[in-house]
């Protein structure tokens, strides 16, 4: 998966892709000068991409083993066809993983550009749950007043994004014996935990990752509610704390969503995700 840098748009990466695209389709016609283009390809957009995306991302799209292998051959040593063979199948897997991650950027892109219609149209809002805020709301999320926390007109898609650590959590809640006060009642930690893990398992069925919550009324009028689960991708890479990987998360989402925001109970978090540059609140206030 390429892991865009925080508060790089989607759009702005996908043009630096094309780019990259265009220049390596040029270098595979240039003859017996490809091996040189190559590498002065290469470079320049390791350089270049270095703005957008994470290190190992670079390294996955261009600055692969291949890659190191090549810039230390001894020309010499090796045939000129063979070597020039070797370049050439470089840039062809350069060029398809290119294709590949514009392709799965665009998808998550449009996947967050959903209208009032349940049809594309202009990025959504995104609100980012943790696992405190899914235990206390699982039961009552269409009403918790999520538009006017993020300053959004009912019209206004928000989806409500839930990282699959989340779920995770409340998996691991559902055997606990611990408590905790809503409201000022002391509740079971692992009643709660399985109501949520019920209601995620009503509204997500089959393969969907997407589900609308609650619209009511129609055109300009409507309020628009959505949920999605963040299923991570299989060669993501955890942080160590389970705080911090919700954050990143909300973080990464900054590229695709209109707005991002994090609702956590958790003073502690809410100062991270603040420092981190990210608009956090409580859903609600109460007796904590």
């Not at 600055?63 to 050439?88: E, K």
């Not at 409507?222 to 890479?237: G, K, M, R």
């Amino acid at each position: 998966m390429i892991q865009l840098r925080p508060g790089i748009r989607a759009t702005s990466l996908l043009e630096a892709i094309a780019e990259a695209l265009r220049e390596a389709n040029n270098v595979l016609g240039g003859g017996g000068r490809v091996i040189s283009e190559y590498q002065e390809w290469a470079t320049r957009h390791a350089r270049v991409l270095a703005s957008y995306i994470t290190p190992s991302s670079v390294d996955s799209l261009i600055t692969t083993q291949r890659y190191w292998s090549l810039l230390s051959v001894n020309t010499s040593a090796v045939g000129g066809q063979v070597l020039v063979g070797i370049v050439t199948l470089e840039v062809q897997e350069r060029i398809a993983d290119f294709e590949a991650a514009a392709d799965s950027i665009r998808r998550r892109s449009q996947s967050w550009a959903i209208n009032q219609f349940g049809m594309a149209g202009a990025a959504q809002q995104a609100i980012v749950l943790d696992t405190n805020t899914l235990l206390r709301h699982s039961g009552d999320l269409a009403s918790v007043p999520w538009h006017g926390a993020v300053d959004a007109f009912p019209h206004e898609g928000v989806a409500l994004a839930i990282p699959i650590i989340v779920v995770e959590e409340l998996d691991r809640l559902k055997n606990s014996n611990n408590a905790m006060y809503v409201n000022g009642d002391k509740l079971q930690a692992r009643a709660l935990a399985r109501t949520a893990l019920k209601m995620l398992d009503r509204e997500f069925t089959g393969q969907s990752t997407f589900t609308t919550l609650e619209t009511i009324g129609s055109g300009v009028e409507s309020v628009n509610l959505y949920a999605t689960l963040l299923i991570d991708e299989s060669d993501h890479i955890r942080l160590h704390s389970a705080d911090l990987e919700i954050i990143d998360r909300a973080l990464e989402l900054q590229a695709y969503a209109k707005n991002v925001a994090l609702a956590t109970y958790d003073q502690a978090m809410l100062f991270r995700a603040r420092k981190s540059g990210l608009t956090a609140f409580s859903p609600i206030h109460d007796d904590l």
